[in-house]
């Protein structure tokens, strides 16, 4: 079984700042299989990233995803307000497992 | 527009059995894989279940053997059928359409899965 540990727990950054979110997996995993979502309070998750680095329809271009491997990072750009919130890895390829990360809580410092 | 919508949540007691519908509306359910993910109150996400299209089903282990999803495609919905309750399956579950990924320029990855589109998720709570 696949366990994906995102780093760190929490990250307090100031509207503006670079936000750099970190997906480590306990074995190589297909970049295909690897997505990024978004999840604010008493909302259902929003896809933001696929593929590792394909953008979801809809999403600025200030989110980005790169990595391969074992190491997997989301970036934002410039914090916007609406940009605080939970982050979830997720790798979901075949057979199906679509284990999810712990998340990361990005807030406002 | 393509849309969720969960229903079918409440409280039950451990040991007993709910039916979880999850309607769809601007897409056909059978055309595509369906998941159920849930989320216990103040933790993560956790993947449930997925239905292909051609009818095969998966499950993870915490639900192997008590859990079902099935779909009715002249409803166009989704459903988890969920017996022997627990405490721990006490979660918001939300349904969620499944899309397939493959990068022609790196076939090497194999194809893998994400979900685009999701319900708002209907509360489960398994108490005495």
């Known amino acids: 079984e696949i366990v994906l540990t995102q780093s760190p727990g929490t990250l307090s950054l100031s509207p503006g700042e670079r936000a750099t979110l970190s997906c480590r997996a306990s074995q190589s995993v297909s970049s295909s299989y690897l997505a990024w979502y978004q999840q604010k309070p008493g909302q259902a998750p929003r896809l933001l990233i696929y593929g590792a680095s394909s953008r979801a329809t809809g999403i600025p271009d200030r989110f980005s995803g790169s990595g391969s491997g074992t190491d997997f990072t989301l970036t934002i750009s410039r914090l916007e307000p609406e940009d605080f919130a939970v982050y979830y890895c997720?790798?979901?390829?075949?057979?199906?497992?679509?284990?999810f990360g712990q998340g990361t809580k990005l807030e406002i410092k | 527009e393509v849309q969720l919508v969960e229903t079918g949540g409440g409280l039950i007691q451990p040991g007993g059995s709910l039916r979880l519908s999850c309607a769809a509306s601007?897409?056909?359910?059978?055309?595509?894989?369906m998941s159920w993910v849930r989320q216990a109150p103040g933790k993560g996400l956790e993947w449930v279940s997925v239905?292909?299209?051609?009818?095969?089903?998966y499950y993870a282990d915490s639900v192997k053997g008590r859990f079902t999803i099935s779909r009715d495609n002249s409803k166009n919905t989704l459903y988890l059928q969920m017996n022997s309750l627990r405490a721990e399956d006490t979660a918001v579950y939300y349904c969620?359409?499944?899309?397939?990924?493959?990068?022609?320029?790196?076939?090497?990855?194999?194809?893998?899965?994400?979900?685009?589109?999701w319900g708002k998720g209907t509360t489960v709570t398994v108490s005495s």
């Open positions: 969620a359409r499944v899309l397939r990924y493959f990068d022609w320029l790196s076939p090497e990855q194999g194809a893998g899965y994400y979900m685009d589109v």
């Open positions: 601007g897409f056909t359910v059978s055309s595509t894989y």
């Open positions: 997720q790798q979901y390829g075949s057979p199906p497992d679509g284990t």
């Open positions: 239905i292909y299209s051609g009818g095969s089903t």
